[in-house]
């Protein structure tokens, strides 16, 4: 059973930053990714990164985030910059399988003056 523990999450002023951490129990050489939720909105996917380190980010976070891995430490990072209100979500680790993926269990991002 895959576990993911995701950290680092807490309360920030706008225009600050974070770093996300995702520990996983096991490899992270597949695709790996951080969602988020606020409240009353949908899931939806921040950023990915591939096995050969490929990334993808959502439109209102380019240029801001940063995804990373760490596949030594099977930790998954993401880097967040010039934070918004609208940032403010719960952050979601995800670990892509042929078998469904896995989800962490989620750390609290508040972008707040």
């Known amino acids: 059973q895959v576990q993911l523990v995701e950290s680092g999450g807490g309360l920030v002023q706008p225009g600050g930053s974070l770093r996300l951490s995702c520990a996983a129990s096991?490899?992270?050489?597949?695709?790996m990714a951080w969602y988020r939720q606020a409240p009353g909105k949908q899931r939806e996917l921040v950023a990915s990164?591939?096995?050969?380190?490929?990334?993808n980010y959502a439109d209102s976070v380019k240029g801001r985030f940063t995804i990373s891995r760490d596949n030594a430490k099977n930790t998954v990072y993401l880097q967040m910059n010039s934070l918004k209100p609208e940032d403010t979500a719960v952050y979601y680790c995800?670990?892509?399988?042929?078998?469904?993926?896995?989800w962490g269990q989620g750390t609290q991002v508040t972008v707040s003056s």
């Open positions: 096991g490899s992270i050489s597949s695709i």
């Open positions: 990164i591939t096995g050969g380190s490929g990334t």
């Open positions: 995800y670990k892509h399988s042929s078998s469904g993926g896995y």
